[in-house]
Structures are given as C-alpha cells and as structure tokens.
C-alpha cells in the first residue's frame, strides 16, 4: 500500500527483519538498537510488522500494530485497553533527526487506519526521546500519561484515528 508516492508499507519479511535487527543507533539513541534475537518476534503474524520502504525501494523502518507495540511495565499497570491501537515504529538509524519522521508517521497510521478501522491510535514513547515526542505530537497525538518506576521513564500518547 503507497501513500504520497513516498513510503510503502508491506507485511515484513525475513530479509526485512535480519536487516532491522542489525540497525544500530547513536546514543542516547541505543536502547532502540536491533537485535538478531527479535527477528522469530519481528516475524510472528500476532504482531503484524510491516516494512517501509521510499521510493527507491529501500527499507527506511518498520511499524507494528497491537500487543508488540506495548510494553510490560504498560500492561503491568493496565495502560492498554481495546479503545485504540497500538503503534509501534522504528526508522533506519541514518535517517533519523533528517526531518522525515513526520510524514513517516502519518503514512504508518494512514496505513493502520485502512487495514484495522481504529477508533484511536496510542503509542508509547521513552520519555528521553523529546525528537520522537515532538513528530508524533505534530501528528496529532497527546500526551494522556507518565509513567515509570523511578519517574516518567514512559509517555503514553493517543490521537483520535
């Protein structure tokens, strides 16, 4: 599915998935580095991960769509409930920071929003990543919660679909 002429988003693939668990970001980006470990779960059709490419072809990121876009200490506290769905995303560690995360973000729940009819879309972000906050409050989402065990570690954000 294309949107703008400018990502495709397609269910992903082993290929896919050996590249994104070889992504290694920047600090303080690193937590978010890929591992080979997660490629049985980037490919698991529960989590329904798709892959995105530009218009050349290449793979730019990645969007999941339901319970691999939560975390635990989110589900520990009941955070989740069936009223929207979760989006989680990752984009290719060069690109980051180059000004694409916006429509990157808007194309991904452009996508969800066709294939799944949410009535919201929710996502959870680490609190420290102040780039991502700020796409993904200009693409509409608000900030409905902090949380953490040793403070805000986590912010939970919905936007109406």
């Known amino acids: 599915m294309a949107f703008e002429n400018t990502y495709v988003l397609r269910p992903i ?8 668990s070889g992504w290694r970001y920047p600090e303080p980006f690193s937590s978010y580095d890929g591992n080979p470990s997660s490629i049985p779960g980037l490919l698991d059709p529960r989590y329904d991960y798709h892959a ?3 218009d050349t072809g290449e793979l730019v990121g990645y969007f999941c769509f339901g319970a691999d876009a939560t975390i635990p ?3 520990r506290r009941g955070l989740y409930g069936d009223d929207a769905l979760d989006v989680g995303l990752g984009m290719r560690p060069d690109l980051t920071g180059r000004g694409r995360g916006l429509e990157f973000v808007k194309t991904g729940l452009r996508f969800a929003e066709e294939k799944f009819s949410p009535p919201a879309f929710r996502l959870t972000v680490a609190a420290f990543n102040r780039r991502a906050v700020a ?12 949380f953490g065990d040793r ?7 919905r936007r109406p679909a």
């Not at 693939?13 to 994104?20: G, L, P, Q």
């Not at 403070?151 to 954000?157: K, S």
Request: hydrophobic share 40%; glycine share 10%.
């Open 13 to 20: 693939t082993r290929s896919d998935a050996e590249k994104i």
């Open 52 to 54: 995105v490419f530009d």
């Open 73 to 75: 200490e989110g589900r």
């Open 135 to 146: 796409v993904y409050e200009k693409a509409g989402f608000d900030l409905i919660q902090e």
């Open 151 to 157: 403070g805000p570690e986590w912010l939970l954000m």
